[in-house]
């Protein structure tokens, strides 16, 4: 809701990303990072490394991140643009998605998340 912060813990265990962490990859077309500071997708500029991080432009690459986080059996949390976020300074021990998915069609732009909309703006 409006005015909250989520505030997002470390994951499995609550502890720092290890093992393969820094390595970056892909999954179909969806490009991971490995070991990403999270400071860098929050607004007040805090939290510690995501073992892994997407960012998702469509919604194949939603489902290619829902997929990954299940096969690695990772935690998985989706965020925005980190305004209503605060991470944990452990870092997140999961897979951090940042939904960047925007539908444009003429004058309406919806907004979605691999559910129906949940907010529709038109213009005009």
Do not use: W, Y
């Amino acid at each position: 809701s409006a005015g909250r912060a989520a505030f997002i813990r470390g994951g499995a265990g609550g502890t720092r990303p290890r093992g393969n962490a820094g390595r970056a990859g892909a999954v179909g077309d969806l490009r991971v990072e490995g070991d990403v500071p999270l400071h860098r997708h929050c607004s007040l500029g805090i939290g510690g490394p995501a073992k892994m991080l997407a960012r998702a432009t469509t919604v194949k690459h939603m489902v290619q991140a829902v997929r990954l986080s299940r096969e690695r059996n990772l935690p998985m949390v989706v965020i925005g643009r980190g305004s209503n976020c605060l991470f944990d300074d452990r870092g997140f021990n999961g897979l951090v998605v940042v939904n960047d998915i925007a539908f444009l069609d003429k004058h309406t732009v919806v907004a979605s998340a691999s559910r129906p909309p949940a907010m529709v703006v038109r213009a005009g």
